[in-house]
C-alpha cells in the first residue's frame, strides 16, 4: 500500500533536486505536510530557497499556485477577496483573492499585522473562508507554505499563538554545505536560472489523482497502542517542563500522531514506528511551546527542551 506514496514521494524528491540543491530534510518535511494534510511554516534566512522549493513543488504536483506577498499594509479582503458592485448587473460579484487556490505561498507571513494574518485562520483550519457572511469552499487539498526570517525584527510582528499552532510543522532552513554550496554555483554557471524554471526539464506528476490517493493511504498507516501512548505522553511532557510557560496544545498531539503516519508512509511502510514519532517530534512541537523568560536567556531553546522531553519518555517495543 505505502509503497505507491514512497514512490511518488521519490518522483517527487527527482525532480526537486533539478532545482534545489540539497535540503533532503527540508523536503521530507514539506512532503509530510501534503501528505498530512497540513501547512508548513519555513523559517529560514533570505536566500536559501524558501520560495523557489514551493514554486517548484507547484510544478511538480500539478496544482494551482498563488503567493501572497506580505507586506505592513496588506488587509484580510487582499488574501480572501471581497464583493464588488457590478454597475452593469447591479449586482454582487465575488473577486475571488489569492486564497483560491492548491497551494498558496505567504511569503514572509510576519511582515504583515495580526489582523490580517487572522485572515488565514479559518482557510488553514476548515479550508473555507466567509466573505461578507457567506461561507466559500477552498480547495480540497489546499495547502498554506509561509516563509519567515528567522534574524530580522524591524517591521515584524510575532505570529499569534491560534495562528502558530494551525502550522503542521515549523521547518528550520539553515545554510547548505560547502558541497552543496559549490554545486549550487556549478549549476549557475552551467546555464540554470531560478527566474526560468519553465526551461528546467521538470516532469510533473502523470496521475492528477496522485496527492488524493497518497492522503487517502496516509489515513491508513496504522499506530499500534503503544505508539498512540508514546505520542500522548510526549505532547503532555510539554505541559510541566520547567522551562516552559505552557505546552502543546491536544492540536499538537493530533499533528504528532499524523505526522509520524505522513512519514511512515515515506520510508514505504503502513505501520508507525517509535523513530517515525521521534523524528517529526521537533517540527511538530518546536513552535507550540512557549519559553520562561528565564530559560531564554540563559540559552536554552525549544528543541533543546523537546531533546529532554524525548530522553526522559520511555520508548515502546
Same mark, same amino acid.
Given at each position: ?255 504528532? &500522531?499524523?505526522?509520524?503516519?505522513? !512519514?511512515? #508512509? ?6 508507525? *514506528? +517509535? %523513530?517515525? @514519532?521521534? $523524528?517529526?517530534?521537533?517540527?511538530? &512541537?518546536?513552535?507550540?511551546?512557549? !519559553?520562561? #523568560? ?6 536554552? *531553546? +525549544? %528543541?533543546? @527542551?523537546? $531533546? ?10
Amino acid at each position: 500500500m505505502s509503497d505507491y506514496v514512497s514512490q511518488i514521494a521519490n518522483h517527487i524528491r527527482a525532480e526537486l533536486h533539478k532545482v534545489i540543491v540539497g535540503q533532503d530534510e527540508v523536503i521530507d518535511q514539506v512532503l509530510i505536510c501534503l501528505l498530512a494534510e497540513g501547512h508548513a511554516l519555513l523559517e529560514g534566512v533570505p536566500g536559501t530557497a524558501k520560495t523557489l522549493l514551493v514554486k517548484t513543488l507547484a510544478r511538480i504536483v500539478g496544482a494551482s499556485f498563488n503567493r501572497i506577498q506580505f507586506t505592513p499594509d496588506l488587509m484580510p479582503a487582499d488574501i480572501t477577496g471581497t464583493n464588488v458592485f457590478n454597475l452593469n448587473t447591479s449586482q454582487f460579484t465575488l473577486r475571488y483573492g489569492p486564497v483560491f487556490t492548491d497551494i498558496l505561498l505567504a511569503d514572509e507571513i510576519n511582515r504583515t499585522p495580526p489582523k490580517t494574518q487572522a485572515a488565514l485562520l479559518e482557510a488553514m483550519e476548515e479550508r473555507q473562508v466567509t466573505i461578507d457572511g457567506e461561507t466559500h469552499g477552498l480547495s480540497p487539498i489546499f495547502t498554506v507554505l509561509a516563509t519567515e526570517n528567522p534574524i530580522e525584527y524591524e517591521g515584524t510582528y510575532p505570529l499569534p499563538e491560534a495562528q502558530l499552532d494551525r502550522f503542521l510543522l515549523k521547518v528550520l532552513i539553515g545554510y547548505p554545505s560547502a558541497e552543496h554550496e559549490a554545486q549550487i554555483v556549478a549549476n549557475w554557471q552551467a546555464g540554470f536560472n531560478a527566474r526560468k524554471l519553465e526551461a528546467v526539464n521538470l516532469i510533473p506528476l502523470t496521475d492528477a489523482a496522485a496527492l488524493s490517493h497518497c492522503r487517502a493511504l496516509v489515513r491508513q498507516v496504522r499506530v499500534e497502542p503503544g505508539i498512540q501512548h508514546y505520542i500522548v505522553t510526549l505532547t503532555r511532557r510539554t505541559r510541566d517542563n520547567a522551562n516552559l510557560t505552557w505546552g502543546a496544545s491536544p492540536r499538537a498531539t493530533v499533528a504528532l &500522531l499524523l505526522a509520524s503516519k505522513a !512519514l511512515a #508512509a515515506l520510508r514505504g511502510r503502513d505501520f508507525v *514506528t +517509535p %523513530d517515525d @514519532v521521534r $523524528d517529526v517530534t521537533h517540527p511538530v &512541537l518546536r513552535h507550540r511551546i512557549l !519559553l520562561r #523568560a528565564e530559560a531564554e536567556i540563559e540559552g536554552t *531553546t +525549544p %528543541d533543546v @527542551v523537546i $531533546d529532554e522531553i524525548l530522553a526522559g519518555v520511555e520508548v515502546p517495543r
